[in-house]
């Protein structure tokens, strides 16, 4: 069962432990939407029916019209928690800061990651599973994944002084934002992904690459990917993704 919630209060990784221990998929909304919007999302996705592995549940951005709502298991994301916690060099003391929201598919993927130990999370002016309501950027800070609008504005608000490293995705990273984080000392990865696909292509600074594990081909100006962070599908209206002998 699809639960939907929305929220980003100091108690959501709680929540979302609830209730994914239960077995039911959570589905973060997002405050911005329209309440007509999110109503009817809430009761598509309340008589879905699911994949038996159905984990997760996120919206796309909605850039083409209302939000889709994406499904896919634990293991889609779980595949690639070892990469991105080796390029956001997350140790145990590793906080990642989360300037988008919660219903975000890169933020609720940093959520689902810290649920499985990876960095702890801070979105916005709330550390999750810390000390509640403070400075977004405070002094613990020691990672960043949000999008290139978000990382211009800590550069200009002043890095926090544990910050190392910044994965970058949702849009186009430009080289000259690039250099002025790492002129501050960052480590920056930017990525190409979709709320569908998750990870599918890394740069690291010399040019995209497939993401580890991930294939990629450009049949016709398409790109597909063999990827194992393909997700399940959507609810509802079909959408862009489509799957043809394993690749997608």
Same mark, same amino acid.
């Given at each position: ?18 209730? /994914?221990?239960? +077995? ?12 007509? #919007? ?11 029916? @699911? ?10 951005? +909605? ?6 709502? $994406? ?6 994301? %779980? ?18 800061? !989360? ?8 933020? @609720?993927?940093? @959520? ?7 960095? /702890?999370?801070?979105? %916005? ?19 960043? #994944?949000?999008?290139?609008?978000? !990382? ?15 994965? $970058? ?7 000259? !934002?690039?250099?002025?984080? %790492?002129?501050? +000392?960052? /480590? ?7 709320? %569908? ?52």
């Amino acid at each position: 069962m699809i639960v939907p919630i929305v929220g980003d209060g100091p108690d959501l990784l709680d929540t979302l432990r609830d209730i /994914r221990e239960a +077995g039911d998929v959570p589905l973060v909304g997002d405050r911005r939407l329209p309440a007509a #919007h999110w109503s009817a999302l809430a009761a598509l996705a309340a008589e879905a029916e @699911l994949p038996d592995d159905a984990a997760w549940a996120t919206l796309t951005s +909605g850039s083409s019209g209302t939000p889709r709502i $994406v499904v896919r298991s634990a293991a889609s994301w %779980e595949r690639s928690f070892g990469v991105v916690a080796a390029l956001l060099d997350a140790g145990e003391d590793a906080v990642v800061s !989360l300037p988008a929201p919660p219903s975000a598919s890169l933020t @609720l993927f940093s @959520l689902a990651h810290a649920l499985a130990g990876g960095p /702890r999370p801070r979105l %916005e002016g709330l550390t999750i599973g810390g000390s509640g309501i403070d400075d977004p950027m405070a002094s613990d800070v020691t990672c960043f #994944h949000g999008t290139p609008p978000a !990382l211009r504005a800590v550069l200009d608000a002043g890095p926090p002084p544990r910050l190392r490293t910044a994965l $970058v995705g949702g849009s186009h990273l430009d080289a000259a !934002l690039r250099r002025r984080a %790492e002129a501050a +000392g960052l /480590r920056v990865t930017a990525y190409y992904g979709a709320a %569908e696909l998750s990870f599918v292509a890394l740069d690291t600074g010399e040019g995209l690459t497939p993401f580890p594990g991930v294939d990629v081909e450009v049949r016709d100006g398409v790109i597909w990917v063999r990827s194992p962070f393909v997700a399940s599908g959507y609810i509802g209206a079909a959408g862009p993704l489509r799957s043809e002998d394993g690749w997608s």
